[in-house]
């Protein structure tokens, strides 16, 4: 579990997006040190004390970050509390929201917004 894995993963990747996508991750990897990262379901994933965003390339061309709250179902669903700082989280449950970035434009142009988004999830998810 490491950053190498996920520099494998992206040098691996055809993927036009991989640039983004390697952006999205040091945005994230940058926020807490105790931050560790790997490839999950076939894509960078971050965790503290469990996994809590997912990233990876859309079906429709753009990239993906999924914000969970782990990676065993909860009996009973968080209900989190997000200000969403201007970013378009796509809500998929109380405790599950998607964000998509179409370029590394994209991603730079969101990124304190970002920042401001995953600070949140982090403290309302982590131990």
């Known amino acids: 579990m490491s950053r190498q894995e996920t520099d494998r993963y992206l040098a691996s990747s055809s ?3 991989k640039g983004a996508l390697a952006e999205l991750c040091d945005i994230i990897r940058a926020l807490d040190p105790r931050i ?8 960078p994933s971050f965790s503290i004390s469990d996994h809590f965003a997912t990233t990876g390339f859309s079906p429709a061309g753009a990239i993906r970050l999924v914000l969970h ?16 700082a201007g970013l378009p989280l796509d809500w998929k449950g109380t405790d ?3 964000l998509t970035f179409t370029s590394e434009e994209d991603v730079h ?6 920042r401001a988004v995953l600070r949140q999830w982090i403290a309302q998810t982590q131990d």
């Open 109 to 114: 142009d969101k990124a304190d917004a970002l």
């Open 69 to 84: 709250t782990g990676a065993t179902k909860l009996a009973a669903p968080l209900v989190l509390d997000i200000e969403d």
């Open 36 to 43: 560790d990262e790997s490839i999950k379901w076939n894509a």
């Open 15 to 17: 993927q036009a997006l």
């Open 96 to 98: 599950r929201a998607v």
